[in-house]
């Protein structure tokens, strides 16, 4: 059971929302779509579903083209951020409605809603109604709706997005294993990295209507096929800084040179970008071998646990993460710190040159 786009677009207006798209999902996969607002994220979803046609281009389901079957005819599930459920209904018969208008038998019906309850560990909540249940169990009733329909493609399109913390870490937990039981092929739409990584699976980066890359959560973020890629998978977005190579000598957009070493010493000569992740920007001296930069603090941020300190170096905006509570007068110079194996190597068409050595090493 596979779901195919072949060259899929989609052109609304005289507006490219999609551009040319291939992706294959296979069956029992999770599958996250990454990328900021208006990357394309829901559009793509639409066309899965059936919601829309796609302008040029065909979707395949299980080898069949389906292009122009309607969103009714296919064996789809959907699930919204906003999530829906019939407040005069119990959990229940919540679960029970699809497959009262798919017209199954009494019989038929009580042994599928069970089985998902069971799964959704919702069986001792089947006799309440949804505004008795918390936000994370009205959630689980929606999730539910959607899988006991046996749908064999199902679309959650930022599913956890108006849940409190702990809730979303509670259902980011769970979800991996409700697809791994159910068989489906499930694609989740995300703008957090954090969140892709959690859910692992494969990932579809996007940014303005392109899949930048897609394959195994963990190869896309250890090395991005590109710039555009690294930015959407790393929040805050990856710093970069302009650097040309010749011989042995590194020379950096403001002018400092560094000597060439390890595997910077085995690039061809030639102007590059170096990236680096904010986590991998130090506040202190590294041990051995490490980069400094003179910057000038423009702002803070305290999350709590961390603090991420907004920098300008030589007009270019850098973004550095600092464990704990750091109160610092902004407006200050300050020198920044970063290890040569964080920084990736992309050329000066943004196409990833090298990946960073630990990545590499992973």
């Known amino acids: 059971m596979t779901l195919e786009l072949d060259g899929v677009t989609k052109v609304v207006g005289g507006r490219t929302h999609i551009h040319p798209t291939d992706l294959r999902l296979e069956a029992g996969t999770m599958n996250v779509l990454l990328g900021p607002t208006l990357a394309g994220k829901t559009s793509l979803m639409r066309l899965m579903a059936g919601l829309d046609v796609p302008t040029e281009g065909r979707v395949l389901w299980r080898g069949e083209d389906v292009t122009g079957m309607r969103v009714q005819d296919r064996k789809v599930a959907m ?33 599928a809603v069970r089985k998902t309850a069971d799964l959704m560990k919702l069986t001792p909540m089947l006799d309440r109604r949804p505004l008795e249940l918390s936000g994370g169990q009205q959630q689980r009733c929606a999730l539910g709706r959607a899988l006991v329909k046996d749908a064999g493609l199902v679309l959650l399109d930022e599913p956890l997005a108006n849940l409190d913390y702990k809730l979303r870490e509670e259902l980011r937990a769970e979800i991996p294993r409700i697809f791994e039981e159910a068989g489906s092929i499930f694609v989740y739409a995300t703008t957090e990295p954090e969140e892709a990584l959690l859910l692992g699976g494969n990932t579809a980066t996007l940014w303005e209507g392109r899949v930048t890359q897609f394959g195994p959560t963990p190869a896309v973020y250890r090395k991005p096929a590109d710039a555009t890629t690294a930015r959407v998978f790393s929040d805050p977005p990856m710093n970069f800084l302009d650097l040309t190579k010749s011989g042995r000598t590194l020379t950096f957009a403001d002018g400092r040179t560094e000597e060439a070493t390890d595997r910077l010493e085995t690039l061809a000569d030639g102007t590059y970008m170096a990236g680096f992740r904010p986590n991998h920007l130090s506040l202190e001296p590294l041990a051995g071998n490490s980069l400094t930069f003179r910057c000038t603090l423009e702002v803070t941020e305290i999350t709590g646990s961390e603090t991420f300190v907004h920098l300008d170096h030589e007009g270019t905006r850098w973004v550095g993460l600092a464990h704990g509570v750091r109160h610092l007068e902004l407006g200050r110079e300050m020198d920044v710190h970063l290890d040569p194996a964080h920084i990736y190597i992309f050329g000066e068409d943004g196409d990833l040159v090298a990946p960073a050595a630990y990545a590499a090493a992973a």
């Open 79 to 111: 699930v919204y951020q906003q999530f829906i459920n019939y407040p005069s209904m119990t959990v229940y018969e919540n679960i029970a409605s699809p497959l009262r208008l798919m017209g199954q038998s009494r019989d038929e019906i009580d042994a």
